[in-house]
């Protein structure tokens, strides 16, 4: 089991930023994974934020691109998402997601306000 513990969420003004952790409780990126940020806003399906692979690939939702940045330390089992320029749009919960042989892990959820 891979148990994925969020962090960094918070109420921030529109044009604002905040840096989301996710602490993995392995070493995940020995496991050739693909770590991914989601988000799901109240009433909405949950959607893709961006992933990142062990070699450091990226993609990233067109609504986020030019403002997030997904990066990761895998000395620290840590995999970061930088969001610059929020929105009140941007407001979620925002999940860490690894994808791995062993199966889907999905961290409890981390919740980012954004206020007009």
């Known amino acids: 089991q891979v148990q994925l513990v969020e962090s960094g969420g918070g109420l921030v003004q529109a044009g604002g930023s905040l840096r989301l952790a996710c602490v993995a409780s392995t070493n995940i990126f020995s496991l050739n994974p693909m770590v991914g940020w989601y988000r799901q806003a109240p009433g909405k399906q949950r959607e893709l934020v961006a992933t990142?692979?062990?070699?450091?690939?990226?993609n990233y939702a067109d609504s986020n691109k030019g403002r997030f940045t997904i990066s990761r330390d895998a000395a620290k089992n840590t995999v970061y998402l930088q969001m610059n320029s929020l929105k009140p749009e941007d407001t979620a919960v925002y999940f860490c997601?690894?994808?791995?042989?062993?199966?889907?892990?999905w961290g409890q959820g981390t919740q980012v306000t954004v206020s007009s």
């Open positions: 990142i692979t062990s070699l450091g690939g990226t």
């Open positions: 997601n690894a994808v791995l042989r062993l199966g889907t892990f």
